[in-house]
């Protein structure tokens, strides 16, 4: 992450985003390949966002 300063719509909006897919993955009904799609973006986005 970035250091402490300005707080962008961009990086909210990621987060936002983040949160929702890491949500997903809790459901239960998930299946394997929608479960792999879904960390594929969780990774990518980590990426973006210099999580990883």
């Not at 009904?29 to 929608?34: A, F, I, K, T, V």
Request: net charge negative.
């Amino acid at each position: 992450m970035k250091p402490a300063g300005k707080y962008t719509c961009m990086e909210y909006r990621q987060e936002m985003i983040l949160l929702g897919l890491k949500r997903q993955l809790e459901d239960p009904g998930l299946s394997e390949l929608q479960r792999i799609d879904i960390e594929g973006e969780i990774r990518e986005l980590e990426r973006q966002m210099g999580m990883d």
